[in-house]
């Protein structure tokens, strides 16, 4: 295929990076953990053709991705991976490729900034989670059994060969259940941040990224509404009842992890030019890599910075 041909062409372009996708789908499922590589890189592909040949590609992208899937499973289906991976990465991809004039006048271009890309993002991961659950009709004192069911035949004997018993199983399972509307949309607005940025690192090496560089952990911060989002959904997670409270639950795990990448970004700008730079940011990354949690304590960091920035809704790229 002729590069001149899909360097100017964003259809082609998106049926590429649906087809990436779908593939990565057939070759990854059933192979264990490495089923999880179309979880954490399936929007890669759809970031990369919106950011480096723009809207079109990205929405070709998305609309392919979601028949195939439909075909392939059903409606459901590809309804949920259109709105978890395609269409937050095509709207992305989009927003960070709209620029305009600046108002001084001096010719200079002013692009979305960073901080309303995240802010989408969160949006739009919430209510996509939010489906997800509805649709699933999420209950955790149903799904659980289902669960152990299906997995005690893999767990391992206890060290007295004692098996453990499937009322044991169930209540591990229905406990770590309970945490998961809070859990799952966080992880995934971490994912898709960190392929939006990968994405502009390889687009930008290939020369069809148009925006410029910048400093992302300067620039990285939320409007100040989001402030009151938070506390609005911590007070629905702590005074309604299910299934109300997982709903709320979604939307506070959403906007606490918003609230950690900017944590982490000021993190990333205080410690430039630290000689323990490189090994530091190796353990905070392995810690939560591997145990996750760990992250939430950066949003305390990043509470503080979007609620003492009085000049937020003026300039969201400011630094002030």
Known sequence: MNYQLIHKSPLI???LAAIIFCVMMMVFSG?????????????????????????RAGVVATLAIIAVTTIISEPASGLLIGMMIAAPAALAGHQANLAQPDASGSGELQWYPLSQILF???????????????????????????????????????????ELSIDDIVKVFELNLQILPFVL????????????????TITRRMNVLARPVEDIAAAINLPQ??????????????????????????????????????GLAIMHKHIRGWSIRAPML??????????????????????????????LNRNLNSDE
């Open 13 to 15: 372009v998106g049926l």
């Open 31 to 55: 192979m264990g953990l490495l089923v999880l590589i179309p979880v954490f890189v399936g929007a890669l592909p759809i970031y990369v053709a919106t950011l480096g040949w723009g809207t």
């Open 120 to 162: 989408w993002i969160t949006l739009l991961i919430i209510a996509a989670v939010l489906v997800f659950g509805i649709i699933l009709d999420f209950d955790p004192a149903e799904i659980a059994p289902k669960i152990a069911t299906q997995l005690k035949p893999l767990l391992p004997p206890l060290e007295n060969n004692r």
């Open 185 to 200: 949309p966080s992880l995934w607005i971490g994912i898709h941040f960190l392929n939006l940025l990968l994405a502009m």
């Open 225 to 262: 509404s989001t402030l009151v989002l938070l506390v609005v959904s911590l007070t629905g997670t702590a005074i309604t009842s299910q299934p109300f409270n997982y709903g709320f639950a979604v939307a506070a795990g959403g906007l606490v992890m918003a609230f950690s990448i900017v």
């Open 282 to 311: 190796f353990f905070i990354y392995t810690m939560i890599t591997l145990v996750f949690f760990p992250i939430y304590l950066f949003s305390f960091a990043g509470l503080l910075k979007v609620a003492g920035n009085k000049n």
